[in-house]
């Protein structure tokens, strides 16, 4: 019976050279943390992640009770047992218990959208697939469901297009929520002056949140760390004064509103109200403010902590908050429009006032820094225009500062608190934004059951059903404040996604245009190895986006230099979607044409949280020392293959050139050695002792002629210095494209990337050593 042999996957020489680094194709794992570390972790999440909804009992009942004014006592038992809910079933049942579990290797934010994005947006290799803990394990048989998603949402490109725009739609939502939380947060704070002294008016309230404001984001340039000790305690305080004043408000005024955990008393509050109750919805999701700081904020703690901190203090304390409030409501119902201060205990409102103060701008702070974290996570994703970041920690890599984004968002903050003049208008914008975010992150994390977890259907259907209701509900209440002030968050978002999507979008057409014109290998091979012109000693960074083939920008330099560098490397930075790329995993290289050319590629690889914080003088020398082991790597392929073939064992191919497979442009590079798959982890193991033992000739690696050679050779080039050449690309619409293209790409995405931060400023290189050529890319 004839054997039938299975044909062997081509496997890309990237992948094979992360294939070498030791453990990188296994996940990182950390040791179970201790009780005490878990808590101290908890603590430390009180002052970072539950700012902005700690501060929510300032303003919630104020809100509610504007649009419902108190009549009987189901008013507000109806309110109370609204937010009751509110909070028990989104904060603690959706993200606490649920949402929590997508994270990366403990890395939060939008964990879910990074993977999704990847598979069906993002040019990448499958090596990338192999570091750390980035695991997309799609392609098994097991997941014929999952498998039939992804290809159904990969064919239409409507479909792409529409998953897209809900994650930049969430994107823009959350960075207006950087603008809209100060404001609110330092108003509510500051309002209560206006019944303790008098005189004190509106005028004053917003004079004195306008200082506030300007005073919180002058001092952002400093960075959080010199600072952020302070925070977990003042919110542990803060929580503390919430228990507390709760406590002695149900005790001394009404216990009974203990009746509000009765869900009955909402049906009795909108039979009673009708379509005001449905207003007060607007005012009642402002509980829930800042919910998704706990998956946002999740890289900076483990999620035990995290869960730990909302179910035992946050929770308990936010609950006993709105049950004092709300009693204290029934025996003073005419007092909602200032309930917070009203209800604090004689004696203690100068304190409570400076804490409230002190935990609305921590709540801002937080914020503020969530949206600097946003934005440049997105900047690493090719969706936002390249911005000046500093980084104002050397210990914490997520404390960073954005110069442009801070001005700009406290001139929005001055010009909101300026406007509106009130926390009503306000809190309905407020509501807007938190909502729609809450959705986009409910159908996201559907999407990721789906893909990822492979849940069962009915589990996975359920959840949307469950929470993405009550969420639609909400949006339906808030979206009938749009004329009062509803409209602002919107807005927002919208300037912010016409920024983003445009920036995508030209990015990846001339990402297109740049792999349709790249240079043919029958075109180098033509030039040979002078190619063409005057080889002088150096090396040569040829900065680009191409992770395959050669640019054309590199037929430009040959055309426009008098001569060329002895050693010539393409370097791409790529952002790749995990959180950090270790160090020995940085830099992945292939040799493009033959060997007496020296060219080669790299691919030097960070996640969306990696600090590039290396400067130049150290980036090239790891770059060359990586260079270096990839050189005697292929030395020891080579000799490896010598020997296998010598010793004529059955079933391992070698060759030392591997053609280019479809949808490598006809690009062929140069690669190592590739062995068959059934043999690959057998010879690869066999490999590293090929550099002790020796080959079939009897010579030993470090006397290989060849390799003596080129390392003599690229020593040579390093001690003669380093140029970057860089490519200035104008990107153009075709005269025959449509109108909106060209009105997209010729004036607003033009306009982008000349305001934007620079290729060179982001290399901080001497200008002494930079080259730099123009062109032009019809898109």
Known sequence: MRRLVKKPKRVDSFDVEAMQIPGSSHAHHSNDASLWSTLALAFQTLGVVYGDMGTSPLYVFADVFSKVPIKSDVDVLGALSLVIYTIALLPLAKYVFIVLKANDNGEGMVFQTKLIFLSLHACHLRADEKISSFRL????????????????????????????????????????????????????????????????GTNAVVIVSIIILVGLFSIQRFGTSKVGFTFAPAL?????????????????????????????????????NSRKAWSAL??????????????????????????????????????????????????????????????????????????????AMIASQAMISATFSCIKQSMALGCFPRLKIVHTSRRLMGQIYIPFINWFLMIMCI??????????????????AEVIVMMVSTTLVTLVMLLIWQTNLFLALCFPLVFGTIEFIYLSAVLTKIKEGGWLPLAFATCFLCVMYTWNYGSVLKYQSEVSEKISMEFMLELGSTLGTVRV?????????????????????????????????????KYVPVPVVPQDERFLFRRVCPKDYHIFRCVARYGYKDVRKEDQHTFEQLLVESLKKFLRREAQDLAFESSLNKSKLDGVSMRSRDPAAPGDDGNSELRIPLLHDEKLEEARASISDAVTGLPSSGMSLDEDPSLKYELSDLQEAMDSGFTYLLAYGDVTAKKNSWFFKKLAINYFYAFLRRNCRAGAANVSVPHMNIMRVAMTYMV
């Not at 469901?145 to 490109?157: Q, T, V």
């Open 137 to 200: 394990k799609l392609p098994t048989p097991e997941l014929e469901r999952a498998l039939g998603i992804k290809d159904s949402l990969e064919k239409s490109s409507s479909l792409k297009t529409l998953l897209l725009l809900l994650v930049l739609m969430g994107t823009s939502m959350i960075i207006g929520d950087g603008i809209l939380t100060p404001a609110m947060s330092v108003m509510s704070a500051v309002s209560g002056l206006q019944g303790e002294i008098q005189g004190f």
């Open 236 to 272: 542990a305080l803060w929580f503390f004064c919430l228990g507390y004043i709760g406590i002695y408000n149900l005790f001394n005024y009404d216990i009974t509103v203990l009746r509000a955990f009765n869900p009955a008393y909402i049906y009795l509050f909108f039979k009673k």
């Open 282 to 359: 607007g005012g009642c999701v402002l509980c829930i403010t800042g919910a998704e700081a706990m998956f946002a904020d999740l890289g900076h703690f483990s999620v035990p902590s995290i869960q730990i901190a909302f179910s035992f203090v946050v929770f308990p304390c936010l609950l006993l908050a709105y049950l004092g409030q709300a009693a204290y409501l029934m025996r003073y119902p005419k007092s909602a429009e200032r309930i917070f201060y009203d209800s604090v205990p004689d004696g203690l409102f100068w304190p409570v006032f400076v804490i409230a103060t002190v935990a």
């Open 415 to 432: 010009l909101v608190v300026a406007t509106f003049r009130s926390t009503s208008d306000i809190a309905n914008a407020y509501g807007i």
């Open 537 to 573: 000693p150096g090396i040569g960074l040829l900065y680009n986006e191409l992770v395959q083939g050669i640019p054309s920008i590199f037929g430009q330099f040959l055309l426009t230099l008098p001569a060329i560098h002895s050693t010539i490397v393409f370097v791409c930075i």
